[in-house]
């Protein structure tokens, strides 16, 4: 009887005992957030050799300027002409072609380069 107990026992239990559940297909749902600001990076140089990084980000009229291994962050200023940012301490101006970065309350100019700018090629002149 304890034999016949003890099989029935083994049936029973070796079935589900060996049933292992089955991995669920795993469903991540992991959305990058799109980037949908217009944003311009730009890297001068001036003739001195200095480097400054100007990143725009003409959604949110912010600018972010690395110079000598600082970051300055600015506002755009609409009262200004072409593309001027400031804050409190500094300004960034790019206006014809001249980049400034200064700083306002010692009027200290900390880079300034002049871009040449592409000629169109030769001039052509009317001829009647």
Do not use: R, W
């Amino acid at each position: 009887m304890k034999k016949l107990l003890a099989l029935i026992l083994l049936i029973i239990l070796i079935p589900t005992a060996c049933k292992h559940p089955g991995k669920e297909a795993e469903t991540i749902a992991s959305a990058l957030p799109e980037n949908k600001d217009n944003i311009t990076k730009n890297i001068y140089v001036d003739s001195y050799g200095e480097k400054i990084e100007v990143i725009i980000n003409h959604t949110k009229n912010t600018a972010t300027v690395h110079l000598n291994g600082k970051t300055y962050d600015l506002k755009k200023s609409d009262a200004l002409p072409e593309y001027t940012a400031s804050n409190e301490e500094y300004q960034y101006s790019e206006i014809k072609g001249n980049i400034t970065f200064l700083k306002k309350n010692v009027d200290m100019v900390l880079f300034h380069l002049k871009k040449n700018k592409k000629d169109a090629g030769p001039a052509k002149m009317a001829s009647y």
